[in-house]
C-alpha cells in the first residue's frame, strides 16, 4: 500500500469564492495524490483563472471545460 496513489475528482461552476480553500485542503491532505480533475461548468466568474493559477504550480491538476454550461 506504500505506492498506493489516490485520484481527486470535482465538478465547478462559479466555485471561485471557495476554490483556493478547496484546493489547498485537497492538497493538504497525507495520502498520496497522482491526479486531480476539475470538469468546470462554464463558470462566469475567476474560476477559471484560479484553476491556471494551480496548474502552473501543480503539473499534475487537469482542468477540464465544458463548451457549453449543462448543469
Known amino acids: 500500500m506504500e505506492d498506493s ?5 470535482m465538478c465547478t461552476y462559479n466555485g471561485g ?10 492538497l493538504a491532505q497525507t495520502y498520496p ?3 486531480i480533475i476539475v470538469r468546470d ?3 462566469t466568474d475567476n474560476t477559471m483563472d484560479i484553476l491556471r ?3 502552473v504550480r ?5 482542468i477540464f471545460h465544458n463548451a457549453k454550461n449543462i448543469g
Not at 5 to 9: G, H
Open 17 to 26: 469564492k471557495y476554490l483556493r480553500e478547496q484546493m489547498d485542503s485537497i
Open 58 to 62: 501543480y503539473p499534475f491538476i487537469k
Open 41 to 43: 461548468d462554464c463558470s
Open 5 to 9: 496513489t489516490v485520484s481527486v475528482v
Open 53 to 55: 493559477e494551480y496548474t
Open 33 to 35: 495524490i497522482h491526479e
